[in-house]
Antibody, heavy 117, light 111 residues
């Protein structure tokens, strides 16, 4: 059974960085892309970027270019999303998603990141 | 890249059918079959209902169906059930540098 388990909630200060992890169970980690999607309180879903672990290739939404870095470690079946220069508007739940929009689509439980002084 | 446009809310009585539309452009919905629909209940992660315009993953009830015409995708819930009360989002691959775009979301209320 597929599981994507994300790291716990974070409280950070404006201007700092955060790194969220997403660990996949099963042996299919490298077979699918891993996307990161965020949802601000009471608002909709926003795609941030993705990685194809098998090749290490990444794509980022233009809005986050220069602030987001997505990496993956095949040895531990873990993907990471790092976001820098945090501001209050980055307060959101961050989700990792396998194969977004495809037949193997599966979401992590979400990680709340709170940016507050 | 703007979000795909959805009606903010839709309501229907128990057993009725409702349709949620998702309007994009020729750069996203109109050009790709990577159009999907999600259901999100409060305090939970979104759940895939439809992928590639009209395909249902195993375990999703047959009352959920998807279609697409030109730049607009649609999700139909045939025979509303109390547990269908939730927020629904569409998403599409896009040729913009954003790669994926989501809809603005529709709240479904079962009367």
């Amino acid at each position: 059974q597929v599981q994507l388990v994300q790291s716990g909630a974070e409280v950070t200060k404006p201007g700092s960085s955060v790194k969220v992890s997403c660990t996949a169970s099963g042996n299919t980690f490298s077979n699918y892309n891993i996307n990161w999607v965020r949802q601000a309180p009471g608002l909709g879903l926003e795609w941030m970027g993705r990685i194809i672990p098998l090749f290490g290739t990444t794509n980022y939404a233009q809005k986050f270019q220069g602030r987001v870095t997505i990496t993956a470690a095949e040895s531990t079946s873990t993907a990471y999303m790092a976001l820098s220069s945090l501001r209050s508007e980055d307060t959101a739940i961050y989700y990792c998603v396998r194969d977004l929009g495809g037949p193997a689509d599966y979401w992590g439980q979400g990680t709340l990141v709170t940016v507050s002084s | 890249q703007s979000a795909l446009t959805q009606s903010p809310s839709v309501s229907g009585s128990l057993g009725q059918s409702v349709t949620i539309s998702c309007t994009g452009t020729s750069f996203d919905v109109g050009s790709y079959y990577r159009v999907s629909w999600y259901q999100q209940s409060p305090d939970t992660a979104p759940k895939l209902l439809i992928y590639e315009v009209s395909h249902r993953p195993s375990g999703v009830p047959a009352r959920f169906s998807g279609s697409k015409s030109a730049n607009t995708a649609s999700l139909t819930i045939s025979g509303l059930q109390p547990e269908d009360e939730a927020d629904y989002y569409c998403s599409s691959y896009t040729s913009y540098t954003t790669f994926y775009v989501f809809g603005t979301g529709t709240k479904v209320t079962v009367l």
